[in-house]
C-alpha cells in the first residue's frame, strides 16, 4: 500500500471510530491486512483473515498491465458477460462471487451469535469482490455488476437480516456514519425507518436521517 493508499484507509478509519465495531475479517493479502489493521489499531479487536473474501483469482491475468488486457479477446466478456468468464488457469466470476458472498453471510451469522443485534461486521476485501457482493444483495444478475463502482477505501453496507438483505451504501467515501451506530430504541412509525437488524420487513413510507439506525 503505497502513502495515497495509507491515508486514504486512516481517512476511512477516522470516520468509522464511532461506529461500535465488533468483529473484522479481512482477505489475507497484504494490503488488505493492511487496511484491516489500520481501522483495528485501538479497539482491541482480532483481525480474522478469510480467504473465501479474498481477492478473485485472475489466473495469468494477474499482474498484466490493463493496456495489454484490453486486446485481449476476453476482456469483452468480461465487460458485458462476466457470468461467462473464467480466467485462464484462474477462478471464475461467479465461483468467486458464490465463495464470497457465503462468507459475508456466515460472518454477519456469527457476528450475530456473538453480539446480538449490537453485532457490526467490518469486512476487508477488493473491488471486483465487494461489487459482486452488492449485485447478490441488490438481486442483480452478476452480468450488472460492472455498473456498480467501489473506489479503494470506500464504505459499502448490506444488513442480512433472516428474509433478505438490506443494501445501506453502496461506494461511500466520506457520508456521516452515525446511522451505522446501533442504537437502543425501536422505531414505530410510519415513516421513519424501522430497525432492519430486528425484522426482515422493508420500510414503509420512506426514512431517512438520524432515526433510520440499525438496532
Known amino acids: ?12 478509519a477516522r470516520r468509522l471510530k464511532p461506529v461500535p465495531i465488533t468483529h473484522l475479517v479481512s482477505s ?26 479474498g481477492e478473485l483469482d485472475y489466473g495469468r491475468w494477474t499482474g498484466q498491465r490493463i493496456t495489454k488486457l484490453v486486446k485481449d479477446s476476453l476482456w469483452a466478456a468480461v465487460q458485458a458477460h462476466p457470468s461467462s468468464v473464467t480466467f485462464p488457469r484462474g477462478e471464475s466470476m461467479r465461483s468467486a462471487q458464490v465463495r ?15 453480539s446480538g443485534e449490537a453485532a457490526v461486521v467490518v469486512i476487508v476485501s477488493h473491488g471486483d469482490i465487494i461489487k459482486a457482493v452488492l449485485a447478490d444483495a441488490l438481486g442483480m444478475h452478476l452480468d450488472m ?25 453502496i461506494n461511500d467515501c466520506g457520508g456521516d456514519v452515525g446511522a451505522l451506530i446501533p442504537s437502543q430504541q425501536p422505531t414505530k412509525k410510519v415513516g421513519k425507518a ?7 420487513d422493508a420500510v414503509v413510507g420512506g426514512g431517512s436521517g438520524p432515526d433510520r439506525r440499525r438496532r
Not at 459475508?104 to 451469522?109: G, K, N, P, S, V
Not at 424501522?194 to 426482515?200: E, L, V, Y
Open 194 to 200: 424501522r430497525s432492519h437488524a430486528t425484522g426482515s
Open 100 to 114: 464470497a458472498v457465503a462468507a459475508c453471510r456466515e460472518a454477519a451469522q456469527k457476528a450475530t451469535a456473538d
Open 1 to 12: 500500500m503505497d502513502d495515497t493508499g495509507v491515508a486514504q484507509v486512516k481517512a476511512l
Open 28 to 53: 489475507p493479502l497484504t494490503r488488505t491486512m493492511a487496511t484491516a489493521r489500520i481501522i483495528a489499531k485501538g479497539r482491541g479487536l482480532k483481525v480474522v483473515e478469510d480467504d473465501q473474501v
Open 145 to 169: 455488476f460492472q455498473r456498480i463502482i467501489v473506489d479503494p477505501a470506500s464504505l459499502s453496507v448490506v444488513n442480512y437480516t433472516g428474509l433478505r438483505p438490506f443494501v445501506e451504501r
